[in-house]
Every structure is written in C-alpha cells, then in structure tokens.
C-alpha cells in the first residue's frame, strides 16, 4: 500500500497548455510539499502546506498554484506550461512541521513539449 | 547559489569495502543535515540525519561524520553491499522554525560485486 502517491507518473504535453498533477498521502501526516527536480538534478523546494494552510512558498511562478482540499491532499495545477518546466516533480509528506522526516512519492515526470 | 554541494557525480565501490560519500556546505547557519537514497523511478527516501550538537550519528552500517569548521559531512556505508547501489543526496536546513531542506546535486554510487 503505498505510502505517498502521485498521479500521473509521467506527464506529456505542449507549451501553453493547463495540467495538474495529483498528490495523496495515507500516513495521516500533516504537512505535505512539492519538490521540483530539473535537469541538473538540482532538488528544490517549491511549497510546503501544514493542516491545509501554506507555509513555504518558494520563488515561483505564479502560474503554479498548489491545493490542499484536505490534510492528505496536496494537488499541483501549472498554467501556460512552458519548456522550462519540463521536471520531474515529487511530492513529500511528514508528521508535522519541523525536523521530522520526509516521505517522497514517486515523481511525476513532466515533459512540456 | 548553490549552498549544499556533492562534488562527487558518481562512485564506484567494491562489494564488502568502505563507500565514502562527501558534502560540503556554505551556510555557516545550517544546523540539521540529513542524507537520503534514492532509486530509479522512485522517490528518495530518508536514510540518517545528524544535529550540528553532534560529530557523528551511526545506524547499523551507516555513520555520518559532521565537520562543522570545514563545513563538510560525509556518509559512510560499511561494509557495501549491492543493493546500496542508489543516487545519494545530502540535504541541510537552517534552525527551527525553517526547516526547509536544502538539496545536493547527489551522488551515484554503484557496488561492484
């Protein structure tokens, strides 16, 4: 049963166009992020929410917008998707905010075309 | 700005001997680090940490060694076995209250059988 899940695995599309991709976590943590890993392998930060609520926005476009519609959710919409986006985007969960350890989903591997 | 950093693209290590996987840090502030492994086509999942309080933090055939004055830590698996053979990041973050996780670029490491 997996523990940090992401939908969809890999992601193909052309520039300009609106995706989502989908994070859901069954450990009842409560503090959930988006990674970004790009082509330098370089793994950022993007967001992080706590019990629904954003408490790390890093520098980014605001053509992304996270969404939290409950604790074990933690969506990702990217709009006018662009070729600087293509990425491989991991969600992460822990119990609660702190030092506490992060479970990574799978990755999403985004190609914007 | 690369604060976090993995000098080392990739390893190579014979089955049995000592791996060796090094980080160097900028960030005078960081205080937490941690070291995670990573598959193909998964997630990375957490491996060791060590407080800045601490020179070294061992488990089972992990130990990570923190040189606080050269900025430097370093993972050491012994003795290597094949299924080590995995992307290794260093990860750091600055006190509490900002836990946001600074990644390195990684390392490869392969187990020679």
């Known amino acids: 049963d997996t523990a940090v899940s992401q939908t969809p695995k890999y992601l193909v599309t052309q520039m300009g166009n609106d995706k989502s991709i989908k994070c859901e976590q069954n450990?009842?943590?409560?503090?959930m992020y988006w990674y970004k890993q790009d082509s330098k392998k370089f793994l950022k930060i993007m967001f992080s929410?706590?019990?629904?609520?954003?408490?790390i926005n890093e520098t980014v476009p605001n053509r992304f917008s996270p969404k939290s519609p409950d604790k074990a959710h933690l969506n990702l919409h990217i709009n006018s998707l662009e070729l600087g986006d293509s990425a491989v985007y991991f969600c992460?969960?822990?119990?609660?905010?702190?030092?506490?350890?992060?479970?990574f989903g799978p990755g999403t591997r985004l190609l914007v075309l | 700005d690369q604060q976090v950093k993995q000098n080392s693209p990739s390893l190579s290590v014979q089955e049995g001997r000592i791996s060796i996987l090094n980080c160097d840090y900028t960030?005078?502030?960081?205080?937490?680090f941690l070291w995670y492994k990573k598959y193909p086509a998964e997630g990375p999942t957490f491996l060791i940490s060590?407080?800045?309080?601490?020179d070294k933090n061992e488990d089972g055939r992990f130990t990570v060694f923190l040189n606080k004055s050269a900025k430097h830590l370093s993972l050491h698996i012994v003795p290597s076995q094949p299924g080590d053979s995995a992307v290794y990041f260093c990860?750091?973050?600055?006190?509490?209250?900002?836990?946001?996780?600074?990644f390195g670029t990684g390392t490869r490491l392969t187990i020679i059988p």
């Open positions: 060590i407080s800045s309080i601490k």
């Open positions: 990860a750091a973050s600055l006190g509490v209250g900002n836990e946001k996780l600074t």
């Open positions: 960030n005078s502030m960081f205080d937490y």
């Open positions: 450990l009842g943590h409560d503090t």
């Open positions: 992460a969960s822990s119990q609660g905010w702190g030092r506490e350890t992060q479970y």
């Open positions: 929410y706590n019990n629904k609520e954003l408490i």
